[in-house]
Structure formats: structure tokens, C-alpha cells
């Protein structure tokens, strides 16, 4: 399965955004998925994950609890990442990440495919 993400952007503090990672080659259903980020000069960090068959199980970082919500789109093969609340630590650039498991899975070592990431700015 291939993934790009899409829809990042500069937003000001108490924003929103929505990311969108499109899957091609396969049904993204058929795959646990997850949203990551990494902000400049530190390491890749978890923020959502969806199992597998949209299972009804999701995980979310404590940092992201309450504000970001994962969901998926089957007609579209999409899977969004909806951001509310937006705070300054958010800018990252953000990646999605598929992989052929259960899930929900917070580790990144264990996805096997990547998109290629999008930019989220928060401005103060």
C-alpha cells in the first residue's frame, strides 16, 4: 500500500486542521493505521492509531487526548487525522503509517509503510 499525506498547513493557536493520508494500491481498512510527528532536531513521536477493520479500538497520545480524533473514509481510502485546539507544540511535521496488523499500535517500528509527511505550523 502506498500513503501520502496531505492537508497541513499555518494555523494560529486554538485552530483546526484536518490531515489526510490517501492509501492507493490496496483498501487501507485491511491495515492497522496511525498518525505520527516530529518537530525539528527531536524523534519521531506517536499520536493516533485506528485498528485494524476500523475495530472500534483507537489509541491517542496523552499530549492529543481530547483535541485530535482518527478516523477513516472507506469510499475514499482515506484516513484523517482531525486536530482541534491546536497549541504551538503541535508543529511537527506530521507523518500516517499503515501496517497488516491488529492493532491499534503506538510504536513506529513496527509500520511497515510510511507516507511522506505534511506540515503543521501552530502559531502563537
Known amino acids: 500500500v502506498q500513503l501520502q499525506a496531505s492537508g497541513g498547513g499555518l494555523v494560529q493557536a486554538g485552530g483546526s486542521l484536518r490531515l489526510s493520508c490517501a492509501a492507493s494500491?490496496?483498501?487501507?481498512?485491511?491495515?492497522?493505521v496511525g498518525w505520527f510527528r516530529q518537530a525539528p532536531g527531536k524523534e519521531r513521536k506517536f499520536v493516533a492509531a485506528?485498528?485494524?477493520?476500523?475495530?472500534?479500538?483507537?489509541q491517542y497520545a496523552d499530549s492529543v487526548k481530547g483535541r485530535f480524533t482518527i478516523s477513516r473514509d472507506g469510499a475514499k481510502n482515506t484516513v484523517d487525522l482531525q486536530m482541534n485546539s491546536l497549541k504551538p507544540e503541535d508543529t511537527a511535521i506530521y507523518y500516517c503509517?499503515?501496517?497488516?496488523?491488529?492493532?491499534?499500535?503506538?510504536?513506529?517500528?513496527?509500520?511497515?509503510?510510511w507516507g511522506q509527511g505534511t506540515q503543521v505550523t501552530v502559531s502563537s
Open positions: 485506528d485498528s485494524w477493520a476500523s475495530g472500534g479500538r483507537t
Open positions: 503509517a499503515a501496517d497488516n496488523r491488529y492493532g491499534p499500535e503506538y510504536r513506529a517500528s513496527q509500520y511497515a509503510y
Open positions: 494500491g490496496r483498501s487501507v481498512s485491511n491495515y492497522a
